[in-house]
């Protein structure tokens, strides 16, 4: 079975940085795509940035130049850098892996970016 465990969150000032990690668990599959997601307080769950295995990525607009997303194949990880954070960054952020197959969630991390 597959676990996304994921780590780096928390508070931080307006300006500051964090990075996440998530690392894949349990049975060793080959992931296409690997990303992160974020839901804020009231909102749907968003995009933040995906990696393909050939580690071409895609941001979302709100985040591109501030966030770099990056991945290990051989290790199953993935990373999203987080500089120059926003209040409006505050969200649960979800790494995400996906098979040909399925899709897997992490259990979430919390940032909070105070003002």
């Known amino acids: 079975q597959v676990q996304l465990v994921e780590s780096g969150g928390g508070l931080v000032q307006a300006g500051g940085s964090l990075r996440l990690s998530c690392a894949a668990s349990?049975?060793?599959?080959?992931?296409?795509?690997m990303g992160w997601y974020r839901q804020a307080p009231g909102k749907q769950r968003e995009l933040v940035a995906i990696?393909?295995?050939?580690?071409?990525?895609n941001y979302a607009d709100s985040v591109k130049g501030r966030f770099t997303i990056s991945r290990d194949n051989a290790k199953n990880t993935v990373n999203l850098q987080m500089d120059s954070l926003k209040p409006e960054d505050t969200a649960v952020y979800y790494c995400?892996?996906?098979?040909?197959?399925?899709?897997?969630w992490g259990q979430g991390t919390q940032v909070i970016v105070s003002s």
């Open positions: 990696i393909g295995s050939g580690s071409s990525t």
């Open positions: 995400n892996a996906r098979t040909s197959f399925k899709p897997y």
């Open positions: 349990g049975n060793r599959i080959r992931f296409t795509v």
